[in-house]
Structures are given as structure tokens and as C-alpha cells.
């Protein structure tokens, strides 16, 4: 059974560009979240998705927006890059609504950014 | 402002030590406790959750943790850790009716052969 998938793993980007990271969650798992992770401050939640919808979002600047499709992948964006975005940026999936009936958060390897 | 301490931010063992990695969170009410492992170069994994019943949870590879309520803690534990233990740690508290987790900063082990 395929995990959770993200792309692009690496890029580089320069300040004031924008950014698409993607994300296709494992077969039949409906729930994406996203996060952050940088040295020193672990993850940051961004964003999570349900059947399409943002149920919850971090405390993160406008700049940074994301969305899921119908067949439950996702993408982020970051617009107007600055150089504090250079991060990891992690997605999870989760089958059920809650995570409480499943377990676990399954999380991808990640998307490493660099924004020079 | 509510949140999840790891206060242990690197920590460095010989074979065949003890560990424990501490952890606390600010939240009051109904909790969902997790740890999860970062190998190098590898993908978050699950080591072990705590959802209701006996405090002390065991994981994978080991490793115990125990809730204690009264304290705001839930500390990971292994008796003898082994280098292939050396990874970061991730203590993450979930709450309320989305899949949100909230992690802490993650402590790092190094286990010396």
C-alpha cells in the first residue's frame, strides 16, 4: 500500500516568488493536514482538510492558502516567499474524520524548501 | 498560551542506557496523547498514543509511555536503548473534533555505539 506521497521533495526558490507543494494521501483517506517543520520549533500546524473542507488553520499569514480536491489530494501555496518559509513542509493523512477512530496520522516525507 | 514542552531538546545516551523524554502540555480537559519518531532521512512515524484506559501505554520498538493526568505529562521511556534509536522525538497532544495535532519542538537522541 502506497504512503503518503508529496511533491516536489527539494526545490529552491528566491524571495518573492510563490511556491505549490502537493500531496496525495494514502488510498481511502479523506483527511489532510499540513505542517511545518523547521530546527528548533518542530512542527507547526498549517492547515487540515475533510472531504474538501478546511476544518481548522494555524496561525500562519495569509500568504500561505491551500485546498483539497475530490479525490482527497491537496496542495499549498505560498505566495510573496520570504526567506523565514525555508522549512520542511509535511503533510499527513488520516482515514477516518477523527483521528481518534484510526489511530494515527500517516505523514509523508516531506517537501524541503529553500528560499534564497 | 497553551502548548506542548519538551524540555529535553538533545540528548546523548551510551548503549544500554536508560531513557526517559519528558514531556507536558497546557491544555486542560480531555486529551489524546502521542509520540512519534523521525529517523534520519525518514518519514514521521507512530511510536506509540495514549486515548483513555491504563496510563501507561506500550509502542513499538520498546518503547512505554505514562500519562499522568495530575501532572500534564507523558513521558516516553526505554529500559536500554540501542544506536539504532537515534532519531528525533516528537510528543503531540490532540484535542476537540478535527485531526490537528499539536507537537512539541522534538528532542534529539543520539545513542553512542
Known amino acids: 500500500k502506497a504512503g503518503v506521497t508529496q511533491t516536489p521533495r527539494y526545490l529552491i526558490k528566491t524571495r518573492g516568488q510563490q511556491v505549490t507543494l502537493s500531496c496525495s494521501p494514502i488510498?481511502?483517506?479523506?483527511?489532510v493536514s499540513w505542517y511545518q517543520q523547521t530546527p528548533g520549533q518542530g512542527l507547526q500546524f498549517l492547515f487540515e482538510?475533510?472531504?474538501?473542507?478546511?476544518?481548522n488553520k494555524g496561525n500562519f499569514p495569509g500568504r500561505f492558502s491551500g485546498r483539497q480536491f475530490s479525490n482527497s489530494r491537496s496542495e499549498m501555496n505560498v505566495s510573496t516567499l520570504e526567506l523565514g518559509d525555508s522549512a520542511l513542509y509535511l503533510c499527513?493523512?488520516?482515514?477516518?474524520?477523527?483521528?481518534?477512530?484510526?489511530?494515527?496520522?500517516?505523514f509523508g516525507e516531506g517537501s524541503r524548501l529553500t528560499v534564497l | 498560551a497553551q502548548s506542548v514542552s519538551q524540555h529535553n531538546h538533545h540528548v546523548i545516551l551510551s548503549e544500554a542506557a536508560s531513557l526517559e523524554l519528558g514531556c507536558n502540555y497546557s491544555?486542560?480537559?480531555?486529551?489524546?496523547l502521542f509520540w512519534y519518531v523521525q529517523y534520519p532521512g525518514q518519514h514521521l512515524q507512530l511510536l506509540l498514543k495514549?486515548?483513555?484506559?491504563?496510563?501507561l501505554v506500550k509502542g513499538i520498538k520498546g518503547f512505554e509511555a505514562e500519562f499522568i493526568k495530575s501532572k500534564f505529562s507523558f513521558n516516553l521511556r526505554k529500559p536500554s536503548v540501542q544506536w539504532s534509536d537515534t532519531a528525533e522525538y516528537f510528543c503531540?497532544?490532540?484535542?476537540?473534533?478535527?485531526?490537528?495535532?499539536?507537537f512539541g519542538t522534538g528532542t534529539l537522541l543520539a545513542v553512542q555505539p
Open positions: 499527513a493523512s488520516s482515514l477516518a474524520e477523527l483521528i481518534t477512530n484510526t489511530g494515527e496520522l500517516f
Open positions: 491544555y486542560g480537559g480531555t486529551v489524546n
Open positions: 503531540a497532544v490532540h484535542r476537540g473534533a478535527t485531526n490537528k495535532l499539536i
Open positions: 495514549y486515548f483513555s484506559g491504563d496510563p
Open positions: 488510498s481511502g483517506h479523506r483527511s
Open positions: 482538510y475533510f472531504s474538501e473542507t478546511q476544518r
